[in-house]
């Protein structure tokens, strides 16, 4: 299992949701998905942060150090895989197509709305039933000319997502402290590196 402190994964987690959740119910922010206010698994806050504590029997790996101490994450990561250190850092070079737009206090990222053509398509078959189509389509990949109907039926709609607040990046530290200090020693990790990276006070 590769880690990753939880304040930068709940926003990560946050920033895959809200992309799908945008165009039905408008804003949703960071704090909302803390809470958990829009869940349809009626999951309360404490059992959706539970989701996000570490425990198990397993090999770890911690995911800051792919961007800040790639030598020790392609070393530990190659002892698991049969691959060599230099193969897996090679491999891990090439392009990263899911890279969204930031600047210091925003992510930009986007849905997918009907186009003109695709709302006077929809207008023939009632409710949601043609996006539910084009999405079913699109994820299982299935069009033989699925980037030029995509370009036809849909357009991309970019909005911006605030970074965490203080605050809030607080809130999660702060809850996790204790779980990952004790996760951290069972496991004989660097403490150091674990409060560099967020893991811990």
Do not use: W
């Not at 998905?33 to 770890?60: G, P, S």
């Not at 969204?100 to 053509?117: A, E, G, V």
């Not at 607040?165 to 204790?178: G, W």
């Amino acid at each position: 299992m590769t880690l990753r402190n939880q304040t930068d994964l709940f926003f990560s987690s946050y920033l895959q949701k809200v992309r799908f959740v945008k165009s039905c119910i408008g804003d949703y922010s960071f704090s909302d998905f803390l809470k958990n206010t829009y869940n349809h698994n009626v999951r309360d806050q404490e059992a959706h942060l539970a989701l996000y504590d570490f425990a198990a029997q397993i090999d770890i790996l911690l995911f800051e150090d792919f961007g800040k101490d790639q030598q020790t994450f392609f070393s530990e990561l190659s002892k698991l895989l049969p691959a060599s250190s230099e193969e897996l850092q090679k491999l891990a070079g090439s392009k990263h197509y899911r890279k969204k737009d930031k600047s210091k206090d925003f992510f930009t990222t986007s849905y997918k709305s009907l186009s003109k053509f695709g709302r006077l398509a929809s207008y023939f078959i009632p409710g949601k039933r043609f996006e539910h189509f084009l999405e079913r389509r699109y994820y299982l990949r299935f069009s033989l000319y699925l980037k030029y109907e995509q370009k036809l039926l849909l357009r991309h709609v970019k909005f911006k997502v605030p970074k965490p607040t203080d605050k809030e990046q607080k809130f999660i530290k702060d809850y996790f402290h204790k779980s990952n200090l004790e996760f951290a020693k069972s496991y004989k990790l660097d403490l150091k590196k674990l409060s560099a990276y967020n893991y811990i006070k």
